[in-house]
């Protein structure tokens, strides 16, 4: 009888357990093997980014911001790792910095080519930085010819491997 009143409690507590378990898949931004969702902008210079017209070329896309010291570290040592040897790989970096003064200077003072750089001024409320969950943390993205996301999170030591 103490082995029926074991495997109840056991049965009983299984079930338990497995109702609170989640089973919906959460959206958690993109990821390797994903296509890259088409993203517009405009930048400083008047430029316009849209990443539909990128394909056929690969790309590094940087989310970073002047307030986030290791998403800007990352986003300068791409950029000037791509600049020099990299000439077949498109650099484009967005900051979610909400004052464009701030972000402008940032880029400035990091000597970043300003054609490649681009500014959501709606910051953590934009629609990007919640489609790419952010929130989380700044990313980076390789993305070959097609708009396939190749890699994730990049070091200079990660991208020369990959390309």
């Given at each position: ?49 849209d990443l ?22 990352s986003n ?88």
């Amino acid at each position: 009888m103490k082995y029926v009143n074991f495997c109840f409690v056991a049965i009983i507590s299984l079930l338990l357990m497995s109702s609170s378990i989640k089973t919906e898949k959460t959206s958690t931004g993109y990821y390797p093997g994903e296509q890259i969702p088409n993203i517009v902008l405009n930048g400083l210079e008047g430029q316009h980014l849209d990443l539909s017209d990128y394909k056929g070329k690969k790309v590094v896309l940087n989310f970073w911001a002047a307030y986030d010291a290791r998403s800007r570290a990352s986003n300068v040592q791409l950029y000037n790792y791509l600049k020099e040897n990299e000439s077949d790989v498109t650099f484009l970096s967005i900051s979610f910095d909400e004052n464009r003064n701030v972000f402008e200077k940032t880029a400035l003072l990091d000597k970043i080519d300003l054609n490649s750089q681009f500014c959501d001024e709606n910051g953590t409320d934009s629609e990007i930085y919640k489609d790419f969950q952010l929130r989380k943390g700044f990313k980076n993205y390789l993305i070959d010819e097609s708009g396939v996301i190749l890699a994730i999170d990049l070091s200079v030591d990660k991208l020369k491997n990959l390309i």
